[in-house]
């Protein structure tokens, strides 16, 4: 298969790709940052695995760079089989001083909403085409169990909200699919990746992003049985939201 993962530089991105490569995909990373010391590492896979990596640059919140970076994976592949949209942002943490409503960074709230949920829907726009030339596509939009409206606390405002509207553009695009392309049969879901130990996850951190990594790859690959969904938000293991 070929699989397309964004913010992969770094964090469950890179372990996506990297566990992809082991399994004998062919990968495609994207980063908006391409300087040599923010892509060390997968330069690294690239040394080994050759023409099995392309590394692109992609930052999900200039649409131009979105394109470029569509016209540039279209010249090497005619297809993608799978796209994983892990490029994320936080600005929060579980407890912030002050008042989170007086005090709210409005810059920031936009910025997280820019890139949390109008990226994906920047990527999706142009790789959607491949998608469809794919025979067993699946898309994979990262969302998070702070997306759940039924949880007490506050915490996380900005980064819960940009959750919970991404997964209402996953499930609006998801019934276009099913609707108006079954014959494609192509699955989407929306992921909780667990409590990673990344940049972003750190606060909260109960798993290294490797096993998530390899949790959504067997779901990709249809390792592990997810039923027929209304609303395909599961976590990494593939148990519903």
């Known amino acids: 298969m070929i699989g397309l993962v964004t913010g992969a530089n770094r964090g469950f991105g890179y372990e996506v790709v990297k566990e992809g490569l082991k399994r004998g ?7 908006f940052e391409m300087e040599p010391d923010q892509i060390k590492d997968l330069m690294e896979l690239k040394a080994v695995h050759k023409e099995k990596l392309a590394v692109v640059a992609l930052d999900v919140t200039d649409e131009k760079s979105v394109s470029n970076a569509y016209d540039e994976v279209s010249r090497l592949f005619d297809r993608v089989d799978f796209i994983v949209n892990s490029a ?4 929060e943490r579980n407890v912030m001083p002050g008042d989170p409503i007086a005090d709210i960074n409005i810059d920031n709230f936009r910025k997280t909403l820019d890139v949390n949920v109008i990226g994906d829907a920047i990527v999706l726009k142009y790789f959607i085409n491949l998608i ?3 025979e067993d596509a ?3 939009n990262i969302s998070s169990e702070a997306a759940l409206l039924d949880q007490e606390g506050y915490g996380y405002m900005m980064y819960s909200t940009s959750k919970y509207a991404l997964n ?5 695009v998801y019934n276009y699919l099913r609707i108006e392309k079954p014959e494609k ?3 989407l879901f929306m ?6 130990d990344t ?3 750190k606060e909260n951190a109960q798993i290294h992003p490797s096993e998530s990594a390899k949790g959504h790859l067997d779901i990709i690959e249809r390792k592990i049985d997810i039923p027929s969904m209304k609303v395909p938000y599961i976590d990494y293991k593939g148990n519903p939201m």
């Open 25 to 31: 995909h062919t990968m495609i990373a994207s980063s």
């Open 88 to 91: 994320g942002i936080i600005f």
């Open 132 to 134: 469809y030339r794919s």
């Open 138 to 140: 699946c898309i994979i």
């Open 168 to 172: 209402m553009y996953s499930q609006k």
């Open 185 to 187: 049969a192509i699955r």
């Open 191 to 196: 992921t909780h990746p667990g409590r990673m």
């Open 199 to 201: 940049v972003m996850g």
